[in-house]
C-alpha cells in the first residue's frame, strides 16, 4: 500500500460548525504533515508530526488543532473557521529519515478541499 | 527573497519537446530534493527525488541537482499531452537541522503541451 487517504474529499462549513479531516497511511512511515494550499500557489505547511509527537507548528492559528492518534493516523480538527481559511487541505507521510533511503520523499494525499461558508 | 525561487510560466509546448524546469534556492542546509507533479484539484505527485549532486533519470524524466550553483532542474523528454501540469520544486534540509521535516516549495510552474 503506497497511498495516503484523505476524507472528506469535499467539506462545506459554517463559520460556527466544527469537523475534522482524516489522513490514514498504512506505508510504515513516522512522520505525517498537513499542509494548505490556496488556489495557484504551492503548499504551506502546517503541522509536522514525527513519531506521533508533534515536532513543527507552523504559527497556525488555533482553530485548526492537529491530532496524531497513532502511527497511521493524523487528525486535523476544525473550530470556528474564517471563509479565508478555505482551501485545499493536504496530508502527507514520509520516512523520518530521508538520508539514502533511495526512492523517498514525501507521499501526499489527494487532499480535502474546504469551503467555509 | 525567497528560500526557492520557480518561474510559475506559464509554459506552453508543442507535443514531443523538450522541457526544462528549474529553480534556484538560498538555503545550504537544503539537501534533499524533489520533483513534484500536481494536476488541477489533486494532490501534489513525487516524480524524482535526490539528494546529491548530479543526474537522476527515470523513464522521460531527468533531474539535475548542481549543490555549488543552488540550482536544480527537471528536463520532460518527448512531453506528451498528459504531462500538462503544475510541476513543484521542493526541498528539504539536512537532519539535526531545525527545519528538518519541512519540505519548502517553489511557486510552481504550469506546463501545457499542446498536439
Known amino acids: 500500500d503506497t497511498e495516503v487517504t484523505q476524507t472528506p474529499k469535499h467539506l462545506v462549513m459554517g463559520m460556527t460548525n466544527k469537523k475534522s479531516l482524516k489522513c490514514e497511511q498504512h506505508?510504515?512511515?513516522?512522520?505525517m504533515y498537513w499542509y494548505k494550499q490556496k488556489a495557484k500557489k504551492p503548499p504551506e505547511l502546517m503541522f509536522v508530526?514525527?513519531?506521533?509527537?508533534?515536532?513543527i507548528n507552523e504559527s497556525v492559528p488555533s482553530r485548526f488543532s492537529p491530532e496524531c492518534p497513532n502511527s497511521s493516523l493524523l487528525n486535523l480538527h476544525l473550530h470556528a473557521l474564517q471563509p479565508e481559511d478555505s482551501a485545499l487541505y493536504l496530508c502527507?507521510?514520509?520516512?523520518?529519515?530521508?538520508?539514502?533511503?533511495?526512492?523517498?520523499?514525501?507521499?501526499f494525499g489527494s487532499g480535502t478541499r474546504l469551503t467555509v461558508v | 527573497q525567497k528560500e526557492v525561487e520557480q518561474d510559475p510560466g506559464p509554459l506552453s509546448v508543442p507535443e514531443g519537446a523538450i522541457v526544462s524546469l528549474n529553480c534556484t534556492y538560498s538555503?545550504?542546509?537544503?539537501?534533499?530534493f524533489m520533483w513534484y507533479r500536481q494536476y488541477s484539484r489533486k494532490g501534489p505527485e513525487l516524480l524524482m527525488y535526490?539528494?546529491?549532486?548530479g543526474n537522476k533519470e527515470d523513464g522521460r524524466f531527468t533531474a539535475q541537482v548542481d549543490k555549488s550553483s543552488k540550482y536544480i532542474s527537471l528536463f520532460i523528454r518527448d512531453s506528451q499531452p498528459s504531462d500538462s501540469a503544475t510541476y513543484l520544486c521542493?526541498?528539504?534540509?539536512?537532519?539535526?537541522?531545525?527545519?528538518?521535516?519541512?519540505?519548502?516549495f517553489g511557486q510552481g510552474t504550469i506546463l501545457t503541451v499542446h498536439p
Open positions: 502527507a507521510s514520509s520516512q523520518e529519515n530521508l538520508l539514502g533511503q533511495g526512492e523517498r520523499g514525501y507521499t
Open positions: 506505508m510504515g512511515h513516522r512522520a
Open positions: 508530526y514525527s513519531y506521533e509527537k508533534l515536532s
Open positions: 538555503n545550504s542546509a537544503f539537501q534533499y
Open positions: 535526490t539528494y546529491s549532486s
Open positions: 521542493a526541498m528539504s534540509a539536512n537532519a539535526g537541522g531545525t527545519s528538518y521535516g519541512k519540505l519548502t
